[in-house]
């Protein structure tokens, strides 16, 4: 079992950053992959990013070139820098972790908003 919690959302004005983490718990070897998806009301829950144990990241096109995952304390934590924030970027961020056997986990999420 997993445990995931999100920290790090915010109300940021365009252009502005934030950095989001994730911190994962309980029996966190069996992941190899974590990432980050949103929930917007306009476009339901949206892929962000992953990024496996091995260091290779994936980015949805609307996102990559301004956000950066990472991997932190021996994989225990991802981080999502968000830079150049656009209103179209608000929503729940959540964070999943994929485990050996094929389970996803969930975190609860945290709220960005972007708004001036």
């Known amino acids: 079992q997993v445990r995931l919690v999100e920290s790090g959302g915010g109300l940021v004005e365009p252009g502005e950053s934030l950095r989001l983490s994730c911190i994962a718990s309980?029996?966190?070897?069996?992941?190899?992959?974590m990432g980050w998806y949103r929930q917007t009301p306009g476009l339901g829950r949206e892929f962000v990013a992953t990024?496996?144990?091995?260091?290779?990241?994936n980015y949805a096109n609307s996102v990559k070139g301004r956000f950066i995952i990472s991997l932190e304390n021996d994989g225990n934590t991802v981080i999502l820098q968000m830079n150049r924030l656009k209103s179209e970027d608000a929503g729940v961020y959540s964070c999943?972790?994929?485990?050996?056997?094929?389970?996803?986990?969930w975190g609860p999420g945290t709220l960005v908003t972007v708004s001036s």
């Open positions: 999943t972790a994929d485990a050996i056997g094929g389970r996803t986990y």
């Open positions: 309980g029996n966190p070897i069996d992941i190899h992959t």
């Open positions: 990024i496996t144990t091995g260091g290779n990241a």
